[in-house]
């Protein structure tokens, strides 16, 4: 309906130019909304306000020439009567026959119903998570996880071409400590006595990935506890302790007393335990990549030399104190960034400079990371590196997630990675189920503090939204389930051809709120928020929960039960529709 008011709307301008009304000139973006009142109809819009000034008459007098327009139309669809509201609003009042017309849509459409094409085919590369492999996948990263998951799905029905990525962290200090982590568990289990570091990794997965090794190779990497501690820094809480520097002397050892090769054996058991692991997380959690990204690849192909070469031919790196640093304040950072460290290894920062470079190489015309917000001050930094590079700094969307806190039993749950003490998305999964996890993590704007309570998402009540909604499907499922054990077979044909004749206010809030479903769609696809679907979901839910109790269904009267029965199925299609965007299944029983 909204689609119908637009053209009549655009043809309104398009005559009013062409009565000297307005320039010739003048574009407009035409704006139509669902009224909040029905007294004042079904639609409405500002289009007078918003052209009050192009025309030099006050808006509710242009008003009045738009509806003159309007009403000296042969044909104006679905449009049975306009009126001007206020200063200037126009209000559209439908036709009752039109508000079914989108039932016929949906099943016409099915899974693609909603389907857009405001992408215009543009690529997108979606890079989330990205958790470093350090450890197992916590509820903190669930939210980013659910998140970037539901945007993806979202761009793609909104005509996008998407790929999504998760950036492996496999390079660098903190998988260092990792590894000389695990090698520390690993002589303890060969029996050497040590107080094991303060900054090492402490949690149960690290025992199980040094059992492994010593499965693997006996104890043939194991050195003498005294040996390894020699000439090693105090740790914090000791004299003259430095926990960082205890740690950083730590992982030197290793890698000096077990050789490349053997440190490189460690190393490798731990990264691609712990890949494996968050990878079987997410495919339990309903998410998929299509690539998976390795840090060391951009260090081994030369491409984070090739990105730092072309900044330095730019001029915009110096060196200082045998360190690189590039010029970032020149692009409205707060100060310079290294980029390679005196001692000639490369930054976190380098990475990403060239990770993002290579993102764009890759042909992709938007480029959308997923952040924790913890990462807000990175964003200028790396767009500064992009803008530097002469590429499109543009191209890049930084989305913000807020880390959910986890509450049970109106506790506060912890969440430390380096100390183990925290709960794992899996744990999650299995008390909740994936569904609710996923559900509960989009159902607010992705920047807003969350509080995560598992009480409510296990729950089988009306305060719980996931349960509301899945509810609402599955009742259908149950009413066409009872119908088909009377023996009464839906005839949508006949169905279709009631549907006029409903006249319950449920059964029209009901239609209209099918009509709203692909403009949610483009709007949310747009703005990144897959949590407007999720709000759509459950006023959807509420349309069918009312109607449900406000009638009958399965009536005698068959011209009425096939036209309830056929509107309750478009219903339960939406429902199945926006909840796969979520990735939440539709289940038929509850």
């Given at each position: 309906?909204?689609?119908?008011?637009?053209?009549?709307?655009?043809?309104?301008?398009?005559?009013?130019?062409?009565?000297?009304?307005?320039?010739?000139?003048?574009?407009?973006?035409?704006?139509?909304?669902?009224?909040?009142?029905?007294?004042?109809?079904?639609?409405?819009?500002?289009?007078?306000?918003?052209?009050?000034?192009?025309?030099?008459?006050?808006?509710?007098?242009?008003?009045?020439?738009?509806?003159?327009?309007?009403?000296?139309?042969?044909?104006?669809?679905?449009?049975?009567?306009?009126?001007?509201?206020?200063?200037?609003?126009?209000?559209?009042?439908?036709?009752?026959?039109?508000?079914?017309?989108?039932?016929?849509?949906?099943?016409?459409?099915?899974?693609?119903?909603?389907?857009?094409?405001?992408?215009?085919?543009?690529?997108?590369?979606?890079?989330?998570?990205?958790?470093?492999?350090?450890?197992?996948?916590?509820?903190?990263?669930?939210?980013?996880?659910?998140?970037?998951?539901?945007?993806?799905?979202?761009?793609?029905?909104a005509g996008f071409e998407v790929a999504r990525e998760y950036y492996v962290n496999d390079a660098g200090r903190q998988m260092d400590i990792l590894a000389t982590s695990v090698w520390l568990r690993y002589l303890s289990l060969c029996g050497e006595e040590f107080a094991f570091p303060s900054n090492g990794y402490k949690g149960a997965y690290i025992f199980d990935i040094a059992a492994e090794l010593k499965r693997e190779q006996g104890e043939s990497l194991r050195k003498p506890a005294f040996e390894v501690f020699t000439g090693v820094c105090a740790d914090e809480g000791q004299t003259d302790g430095d926990k960082e520097k205890h740690i950083d002397d730590l992982i030197a050892k290793a890698k000096n007393l077990l050789g490349s090769n053997h440190y490189e054996t460690v190393f490798n058991l731990a990264l691609n335990t712990i890949l494996e692991d968050i990878k079987e997380d997410l495919h339990g959690f309903n998410v998929t990549?299509?690539?998976?990204?390795?840090?060391?690849?951009?260090?081994?192909?030369?491409?984070?030399?090739?990105?730092?070469?072309?900044?330095?031919?730019?001029?915009?790196?110096?060196?200082?104190?045998?360190?690189?640093?590039?010029?970032?304040?020149?692009?409205?950072?707060?100060?310079?960034?290294?980029?390679?460290?005196?001692?000639?290894?490369?930054?976190?920062?380098?990475?990403?400079?060239?990770?993002?470079?290579?993102?764009?190489?890759?042909?992709?015309?938007?480029?959308?990371?997923?952040?924790?917000?913890?990462?807000?001050?990175?964003?200028?930094?790396?767009?500064?590196?992009?803008?530097?590079?002469?590429?499109?700094?543009?191209?890049?969307?930084?989305?913000?997630?807020?880390?959910?806190?986890?509450?049970?039993?109106?506790?506060?749950?912890?969440?430390?990675?380096?100390?183990?003490?925290?709960?794992?998305?899996?744990?999650?999964?299995?008390?909740?189920?994936?569904?609710?996890?996923?559900?509960?993590?989009?159902?607010?704007?992705?920047?807003?503090?969350?509080?995560?309570?598992?009480?409510?998402?296990?729950?089988?009540?009306?305060?719980?939204?996931?349960?509301?909604?899945?509810?609402?499907?599955?009742?259908?499922?149950?009413?066409?389930?009872?119908?088909?054990?009377?023996?009464?077979?839906?005839?949508?044909?006949?169905?279709?051809?009631?549907?006029?004749?409903?006249?319950?206010?449920?059964?029209?809030?009901?239609?209209?709120?099918?009509?709203?479903?692909?403009?949610?769609?483009?709007?949310?696809?747009?703005?990144?928020?897959?949590?407007?679907?999720?709000?759509?979901?459950?006023?959807?839910?509420?349309?069918?929960?009312?109607?449900?109790?406000?009638?009958?269904?399965?009536?005698?009267?068959?011209?009425?039960?096939?036209?309830?029965?056929?509107?309750?199925?478009?219903?339960?299609?939406?429902?199945?529709?926006?909840?796969?965007?979520?990735?939440?299944?539709?289940?038929?029983?509850?």
């Amino acid at each position: 309906m909204k689609q119908q008011v637009v053209q009549i709307l655009t043809h309104v301008i398009d005559q009013l130019k062409s009565q000297g009304v307005l320039p010739g000139d003048v574009e407009a973006r035409i704006n139509v909304e669902n009224t909040r009142d029905k007294a004042h109809g079904d639609l409405a819009t500002n289009l007078a306000m918003m052209l009050t000034k192009a025309a030099g008459v006050p808006p509710r007098a242009l008003a009045e020439k738009m509806v003159a327009v309007i009403e000296s139309m042969e044909d104006r669809g679905a449009v049975a009567k306009v009126e001007i509201a206020g200063p200037g609003f126009i209000n559209f009042f439908m036709q009752d026959n039109a508000k079914f017309a989108v039932v016929e849509q949906v099943f016409a459409q099915g899974a693609d119903f909603g389907r857009c094409n405001v992408g215009q085919g543009r690529s997108v590369l979606v890079e989330f998570v990205s958790a470093n492999p350090t450890g197992p996948l916590h509820v903190g990263h669930g939210r980013g996880a659910a998140y970037g998951a539901s945007v993806s799905s979202l761009l793609e029905v909104a005509g996008f071409e998407v790929a999504r990525e998760y950036y492996v962290n496999d390079a660098g200090r903190q998988m260092d400590i990792l590894a000389t982590s695990v090698w520390l568990r690993y002589l303890s289990l060969c029996g050497e006595e040590f107080a094991f570091p303060s900054n090492g990794y402490k949690g149960a997965y690290i025992f199980d990935i040094a059992a492994e090794l010593k499965r693997e190779q006996g104890e043939s990497l194991r050195k003498p506890a005294f040996e390894v501690f020699t000439g090693v820094c105090a740790d914090e809480g000791q004299t003259d302790g430095d926990k960082e520097k205890h740690i950083d002397d730590l992982i030197a050892k290793a890698k000096n007393l077990l050789g490349s090769n053997h440190y490189e054996t460690v190393f490798n058991l731990a990264l691609n335990t712990i890949l494996e692991d968050i990878k079987e997380d997410l495919h339990g959690f309903n998410v998929t990549f299509e690539n998976w990204f390795s840090e060391r690849s951009l260090l081994e192909s030369g491409v984070i030399d090739a990105a730092l070469e072309k900044l330095q031919k730019a001029g915009k790196i110096y060196e200082q104190g045998g360190a690189l640093w590039f010029k970032s304040t020149e692009y409205g950072d707060e100060k310079d960034r290294v980029v390679v460290r005196d001692n000639g290894l490369k930054t976190y920062f380098a990475s990403d400079i060239a990770y993002h470079f290579n993102k764009l190489e890759r042909g992709f015309d938007i480029l959308i990371d997923i952040w924790g917000s913890d990462h807000h001050g990175y964003i200028p930094r790396v767009k500064a590196a992009m803008q530097a590079m002469e590429t499109n700094p543009e191209a890049l969307q930084v989305l913000l997630v807020q880390f959910a806190v986890l509450y049970r039993g109106g506790e506060k749950l912890a969440m430390s990675t380096r100390s183990g003490e925290f709960v794992t998305l899996r744990e999650l999964r299995e008390e909740v189920g994936a569904d609710a996890a996923r559900f509960f993590y989009v159902q607010r704007k992705s920047e807003q503090h969350m509080d995560f309570d598992l009480d409510l998402a296990k729950s089988q009540s009306n305060d719980n939204p996931v349960y509301y909604i899945q509810y609402a499907h599955a009742r259908i499922a149950r009413v066409l389930e009872l119908a088909a054990e009377k023996g009464w077979q839906v005839d949508l044909a006949a169905g279709k051809a009631g549907l006029n004749a409903l006249d319950l206010e449920q059964e029209t809030d009901l239609a209209v709120q099918l009509a709203k479903y692909p403009e949610t769609i483009a709007r949310a696809a747009l703005a990144y928020e897959p949590h407007q679907i999720a709000y759509y979901l459950k006023d959807l839910a509420h349309g069918l929960h009312s109607y449900y109790n406000a009638c009958q269904f399965l009536v005698e009267d068959e011209g009425v039960r096939n036209a309830r029965l056929t509107l309750i199925m478009a219903v339960q299609q939406v429902l199945k529709n926006g909840l796969a965007i979520l990735g939440v299944s539709a289940p038929e029983k509850m």
